[in-house]
């Protein structure tokens, strides 16, 4: 039995559906939309939505606390901003499953404590495998960057298409959604934030 800490971090028991139980309930949406999902071409295709799928929400069997544990490295008196920017997102939004697509910039102000770059990347990545609202996914991505590498400041921006509006209901097929979150340092200095706004945007 695995269980597997939801976004309110109570514990769910994915375990309980099976791989087989998830495909048979692709092969009915198949038969919804008026599809034949015994023809040739749609045999495996149950199989491998599953597959996606799995991939496509990762993220709820992995902790970014875990890996901001793994690579500290002294800060050697650095005492000003990181900034990771132009992070690709791939998330799906809780209301519709619809893809979130995007980039992330992320910024943190270090205290004792650097961390490997790629391990911001990583914790936008864990979050993004999951359904999200890009508000939550913003917020969430910020404060586990805040309190996993002790910064005094962490600020973070998406910029993402939501193929909810893009492809179904308005369409607006260009529109992005900008979010920000500042933390810390960045929340209280507008310097701060005001140079961290000034960089992502170049
Ligand atoms: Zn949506």
Redesign the pocket.
């Known amino acids: 039995m695995k269980l597997v800490k939801d976004t309110d971090k109570t514990l769910i028991n994915k375990d309980q559906i099976t791989d087989q139980q998830a495909e048979e309930a692709f092969k009915t949406i198949l038969q919804w939309i008026g599809e034949d999902p015994n023809r040739e071409g749609l045999l495996e295709t149950p199989k491998r939505v599953v597959k996606a799928f799995k991939e496509y929400f990762k993220g709820y069997q992995q902790d970014p606390i875990i890996e901001l544990k793994k690579t500290f490295g002294d800060v050697d008196g650095y005492d000003d901003m990181v900034i990771e920017k132009n992070i690709s997102l791939e998330s799906h939004?809780?209301?519709?499953m619809?893809p979130i697509i995007g980039v992330a910039h992320v910024a943190y102000i270090p205290k004792t404590k650097v961390v490997g770059l790629s391990k911001l990347a990583r914790t936008v990545e864990i979050f993004s495998k999951r359904l999200q609202t890009q508000e939550r996914l913003t917020m969430q991505i910020a404060n586990t960057l805040m309190t996993g590498l002790d910064a005094k400041g962490v600020a973070v921006t998406i910029d993402a298409a939501?193929q909810?509006?893009t492809m179904r209901g308005i369409k607006k097929e260009k529109a992005t959604t900008v979010t920000n979150y500042f933390l810390g340092s960045f929340k209280d200095d507008l310097s701060f934030q005001n140079r961290y706004l000034r960089l992502i945007s170049k």
């Open positions: 939004c809780e209301h519709h619809a939501h909810c509006m």
